[in-house]
């Protein structure tokens, strides 16, 4: 049986370069599926699956946050830990100008602009995670532990 071969991304070569090991784990990927239709493609609990968020604060200041796939950011809160007025999701298309990836296919690693992270802190602990590699249909399986080293994001509580 031959294995699939997918196109490297700008994530792919990324995690490559910085010596990361990753599992590259393709599935279906339907349009609004989101971190629901992944997980269960994949066999795993959604809650390992990871967003990348593109969000801007009032002063359209781009920032990328990392949250479990099974549950939603609180903006209220982490406009209040940046010590923004507000932080509201880029649109698509503002998305895709800062860092090069279409949603649904948008991972934190090898970013058009180099984006100030933040990842929910419950993250960190889990044993593995499923994070996007760039492409729709893409996510990587990886160590949160690798995460933290090649990303080095700020860890926050605003998962609701």
Known sequence: MTKEKFPVTNAIRFLKEHQVEFIERPYRYEEKGGTEVAAQALGVDEHLT??????EDEKKSPLIILMHGDKEVSTKELARVLGVKSVTPCSSETALKHTGYMVGGTSP?????????????TILSLPRIFINAGRRGLLCEMSPKDLMKVLRPIAVHVAR
């Open 50 to 55: 990871v967003k990348t968020l593109v969000m």
């Open 109 to 121: 690693f090898g970013t058009k602009k180099q984006l100030p992270v933040y990842v929910e802190e």
